[in-house]
C-alpha cells in the first residue's frame, strides 16, 4: 500500500498519495466517492481508490502542468463519466476539461459547496479551490507550506495578492499544497529571519516528520499567517527579493 495520511475530518476526509518525486495527489471523499486533485499520474491513483471502493466524480485542475495533470487521461480511461473541472481561460492547455471555472464560481461535490478562486503567479490561469464546509484550501503550486511557487508566468505583484486572498481564508484551514517543499522552505526562511521562534519552532517539527518519513501537509492558514514569509510581504516589491532569494539559495 502506498505511503498515505488520512485526516480525522468526519465525513468527508482528505487523503494524500505521494507521487514522483515529491508531488501529492490529494483524494476528497465521503466513503463512495471521490474528488481527486492535480493527478500527476494515474496508477497509484487508480490503485488507492480501487483498494478503497471509491469511484471517481471528478478531477480539480489547479494549473497546466504536466506534474499535476499527467494522470487525468488514465483517471478517465477507468472512470469516463468524471468531471474534470479546470479555468475555461486555460482550455488550451487543459483540453480534458468539461466544466470550465473561473474565479467567484461555485460548484457542488460530494454535497459540499466549493468556491473557485483565480490564483495567477506561479501560472496566469492558476486556480484554488476552498470548500469551507470541510475547512479545505487545494492550492496546487500557489501558497506552499512556508513558502509559494515561482513566478513563471505571473507578476510578483499578482502572487502578492493571491496570497493575500489565500492568507484570509479562516485560520483553521487546511492547506493542501501539491508539493513537499516544506523543510526546505523553512530551512530558507530560518536562514533568513535566524532570532523568529516560531519559525524555528516549525522547522524542528517539519525535520521530525520528513524524518520520520511523514507529510508535513495539510497545513493551516494560521500556521503559514505566522511563519511564511512570503504571506508575510507587504508588497510585490518584497515578494519579488524574497523570491530572488529563495530562488538562488542553496543552504
Ligand atoms: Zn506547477
Ligand atoms: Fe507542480
Not at 49 to 64: D, F, K, P, R, W
Not at 77 to 91: K, T, Y
Not at 156 to 178: D, I, K
Not at 179 to 196: G, I, V
Request: proline share 7%; charged share 15%.
Amino acid at each position: 500500500m502506498p505511503q498515505t495520511q488520512t485526516t480525522p475530518a468526519p465525513g468527508a476526509p482528505v487523503a494524500l498519495i505521494p507521487v514522483l518525486q515529491d508531488n501529492y495527489v490529494m483524494v476528497w471523499h465521503d466513503g463512495r466517492r471521490a474528488v481527486v486533485v492535480d493527478p500527476a499520474v494515474a496508477g497509484p491513483v487508480i490503485h488507492w481508490l480501487e483498494q478503497h471502493g471509491l469511484e471517481l466524480e471528478a478531477v480539480l485542475q489547479t494549473h497546466h502542468h504536466s506534474d499535476h495533470i499527467g494522470g487525468t487521461p488514465g483517471l478517465l480511461r477507468r472512470w469516463p463519466q468524471a468531471a474534470v473541472v479546470a479555468a475555461g481561460a486555460d482550455r488550451e492547455r487543459i483540453p480534458l476539461q468539461t466544466v470550465a471555472v473561473g474565479d467567484g464560481d461555485r460548484l457542488t461535490l460530494l454535497g459540499q459547496e466549493l468556491t473557485v478562486m483565480a490564483v495567477p503567479g506561479h501560472t496566469r490561469h492558476h486556480l484554488a479551490f476552498h470548500v469551507p464546509g470541510i475547512d479545505a484550501l487545494f492550492c496546487g503550486d500557489t501558497l506552499f507550506a512556508g513558502g509559494c511557487g515561482r513566478l513563471f508566468e505571473g507578476t510578483a505583484e499578482q502572487m502578492h495578492h493571491s496570497l493575500q486572498r489565500l492568507a484570509a481564508l479562516p485560520a483553521a484551514t487546511q492547506v493542501w499544497c501539491a508539493h513537499e517543499y516544506t523543510e526546505a522552505n523553512l530551512r530558507w526562511a530560518a536562514a533568513q529571519r535566524p532570532a523568529d521562534g516560531a519559525i524555528a519552532a516549525r522547522l524542528a517539527e517539519v525535520r521530525r516528520l520528513r524524518f520520520t518519513g511523514q507529510p508535513t501537509i495539510p497545513s493551516t492558514v494560521a500556521l503559514e499567517r505566522t511563519t511564511n514569509l512570503f504571506v508575510q510581504a507587504p508588497d510585490g516589491a518584497s515578494l519579488a527579493l524574497l523570491r530572488e532569494s529563495k530562488n538562488h539559495w542553496s543552504g
